[in-house]
């Protein structure tokens, strides 16, 4: 099925997502080339998106544990997004055992190009993470983050009234 995702063209995805349990709100807009892997452990049932977002070219979502992204969120280009992480039955199972979790992109957020988010990691509303960051921990809203693995470079990006 992620195969033939992403060769369809960007404007039948709402319709296809929903159709096979995924809960997409409107205007939504996919650009081409977008991946779904690990469908088998739930499927489309775990991606949640709200209102007003946006996918950049060649973004990727992991679907063994919920994604959950709110109204007005942005993802540029070839973000990929995890629910789980698990190096399968080998010896470094011992020290990194499986984990899977839900992944939260609150409202507001603008994830730059090439950006990974681990899972078990909250983005904050109105959070900057910038072009190719690694997330391996919750962003605080208002915040931007960057580099690898992310850390703060700015707090406050929108003064609360």
Known sequence: MSTIIFFLPPWTLPFLLKRYGAQIGENVIFRQGIRFINLSSGGFSNLQIGNNCYFGYECMFDLTGKILIEDDVTLSPRCTILSHQDVGNRP??????????????????????????????????????????????????????????????????????
């Open 92 to 161: 470094l199972a011992k020290v990194y055992p499986a984990t899977k979790g839900e992944t939260i992109l609150r409202k507001g957020c603008w994830l730059g190009a090439n950006v990974t988010i681990l899972n078990n990691v909250f983005i904050g509303e109105n959070s900057v993470v910038a072009a190719n960051a690694v997330v391996t921990k919750n962003v605080e809203k208002n915040t931007a983050v960057g580099g690898v693995p992310a850390r703060l470079i700015k707090d406050k990006l929108i003064q609360d009234k």
